[in-house]
């Protein structure tokens, strides 16, 4: 069985960019156009692993992660932020969000797929 990733970003581009690059490895993908939009579509399935950028409209990326973690079926799931953003103070407040890695655009497809797999139990 796949496993699923969600992914948050409110580019079109960068979501079918990641999402090709996981379905190309064989990961199924659910993605959202920024923080609420993926909320709404977190209805008790199964998430192995969730990638969000941080600079979003309506909800950015360290309130959605923040949201996340406080549902039981969720709060868990490994977190990537996949961003441009590349002060500390950012990254440490993604941290504390409880996000597990950081990844700065633009990546490679191996970069994205060796941060996953660290994260995405087989």
Do not use: C
């Not at 799931?77 to 409880?98: C, F, R, S, W, Y």
């Amino acid at each position: 069985m796949a496993k699923t990733i969600l992914i948050v970003d409110d580019s079109a581009s960068v979501r079918a960019l990641v999402r090709a690059v996981l379905t190309g490895a064989g990961y199924e993908v659910i993605d959202g156009f920024d923080g609420a939009d993926a909320l709404a579509k977190l209805k008790g399935q199964k998430i192995h692993l969730i990638i969000s950028d941080v600079n979003m409209p309506i909800m950015d990326g360290i309130s959605f992660v923040k949201a996340v973690k406080l549902m039981p079926n969720y709060k868990f799931t490994p977190v990537i932020m996949l961003t441009t953003e590349t002060h500390e103070n950012k990254k440490k407040e993604g941290q504390a969000a409880g996000a597990k890695a950081w990844v700065v655009k633009p990546f490679s497809a191996p970069q994205m797929l060796g941060a996953v797999a660290k994260l995405v139990l087989p």
